[in-house]
């Protein structure tokens, strides 16, 4: 296991066995912890390296990693107490940290799960893991080392469900109940750090398992207060029995779809593919607020509900720092969402029909995705005649856009931008906006940056 162990670290750095050498001689104990010797088990690539020392070494390793390294610099992270110097080199992040404790197994206790807290001595060459974290690897559990150290720091309630995704684990009891006892520090957790553990969530294909399992443990609607109401709110008798099964679902559908790809269309990124689901959880969240029933036939509606879902959207995740376009386009997904299944591609008129183009612009093909995934959600996976209309609106859009191509494109200037740039008032703007807007439409320019550029040379040309 070791020499693995030690072929794969060499393959992907083979500095750090430099540093044995250099431990042995210095007699300074340096150690390799946390998720790079479970990555390195388990054979995969790795980017970080936490390294656990004495405090009063610091300066000394630091100094042996960067002659080692030959690049680079060391910041400090952390409160006082926990200060940790951060090295970024290349690819690489490399952190160098206190040992917590007397020793390297008081260190390991206060990790969050076993196959976390695993240790290489790099001075003797030396495997430690004394809450048998190599064996949970392999079994795929996630297993916390102590109760208590998921409610010290509650954010690990989330990363716990975020590994049970990664290693096709499953979560032990223990590791259930402790998510359970520490669910209502939630609130206390800064939002921003919530962001890279859903990004990670939902890049994976089963995301709807974490957030069943954070349900489970009564730590998802902490997180995202605006769910809460939609569990038992019910709807009509084509949806699922409440609005909040009902958002689940739509969500694993989304993952349906992004295998199957009914719409042809692109693989999405790792950043859609997010800002779909974050749009699919939200997108009914404003049913708990507008429901009311016909009291004469006892219909169900939820007038202007998706107003209302945008708001709560932007709302609630203002603090998870996902950014001002990123916000925004959640809305708009969120707001036109319905807008897709209103349409009867049969008796729209390509006006209306320019228009959802023009308004949705790139986000075209995941509001066509998430209206998808939205009506399967609601009647299921088999083939139906919403579906098909679905289908031949997509394809219907798909054809207006290509026609009429150079419509949809926004220009990359404006003539506001060659005023700016000392242009006079004059048909030569009008002029030079469209020969830069040709070549945006050619590929030949393909930011803002390059129009300018080329307006730029446009304009001493004239000049000589």
Not at 175 to 192: F, I, N, P, W, Y
Request: proline share 5%; glycine share 6%.
């Amino acid at each position: 296991m070791i020499a693995d162990f030690i072929s794969r670290l060499s393959q992907q750095v083979p500095q750090i066995l430099d540093l044995g050498p250099i431990a042995r001689r210095q007699h300074k104990p340096i150690y390799l912890v946390g998720g790079a010797v479970r990555d390195l088990l388990y054979g995969k690539k790795i980017s970080d390296l936490d390294f656990v020392i004495p405090e009063t070494e610091l300066i000394f390793w630091e100094n042996s990693i960067l002659e080692r390294l030959g690049q680079g610099h060391f910041i400090t992270l952390g409160a006082k107490k926990q200060t940790i110097r951060r090295l970024v080199s290349g690819q690489f992040t490399i952190d160098l940290a206190p040992l917590q404790g007397n020793d390297l197994n008081e260190d390991l206790e206060h990790r969050d799960f076993t196959i976390n807290a695993m240790a290489w001595d790099v001075a003797q060459n030396t495997f430690h893991d004394p809450f048998f974290g190599l064996q949970d690897l392999r079994a795929g559990r996630i297993n916390c080392v102590r109760r208590k150290n998921l409610t010290h720091d509650p954010i690990r309630i989330v990363r716990a469900v975020r590994f049970m995704l990664e290693f096709k684990a499953e979560l032990t009891a223990t590791t259930c109940l402790a998510m359970s006892d520490g669910a209502g520090s939630l609130k206390q957790v800064a939002r921003e750090r919530f962001t890279p553990e859903f990004h990670h969530i939902f890049s994976h294909s089963n995301s709807v398992c974490a957030l069943q399992e954070l349900d489970k443990a009564g730590a998802l609607c902490e997180i995202i207060p605006p769910l809460a109401p939609l569990k038992e709110l019910p709807q009509n008798h084509h949806h699922h029995p409440d609005v909040f099964q009902h958002s689940l679902a739509t969500i694993a559908a989304l993952d349906r779809l992004c295998e199957e790809n009914p719409l042809q269309i692109k693989p999405l990124s790792a950043d859609n593919r997010a800002l779909l689901k974050w749009a699919a959880l939200f997108h009914d969240c404003g049913k708990a607020l507008t429901r009311t029933v016909d009291p004469d036939c006892g219909a169900v509606h939820f007038y202007g509900y998706e107003g209302f879902s945008s708001h709560l959207a932007r709302e609630t995740l203002a603090g998870f720092a996902l950014g001002r376009t990123s916000l925004k386009r959640l809305a708009r997904l969120i707001e036109n969402h319905r807008r897709p299944l209103l349409t009867d591609p049969d008796k729209s008129q390509a006006k209306s029909l320019r228009q959802l183009i023009f308004e949705l612009e790139d986000d075209l093909e995941l509001l066509m995705v998430l209206a998808f995934a939205d009506l399967e959600a609601t009647q299921g996976q088999a083939s139906s005649a919403r579906q098909e209309k679905l289908l031949r609106l997509w394809r219907q859009l798909k054809t207006i856009y290509s026609e009429e191509r150079a419509r949809f494109i926004k220009p990359l200037l404006t003539g506001k931008d060659l005023l700016l740039l000392g242009l006079q008032p004059g048909p030569a703007i009008g002029t030079i906006l469209r020969m830069i807007h040709k070549k945006q439409l050619s590929g030949t320019i393909t930011d803002r940056q390059e129009a300018l550029v080329e307006v730029q040379q446009l304009l001493r040309a004239g000049e000589n």
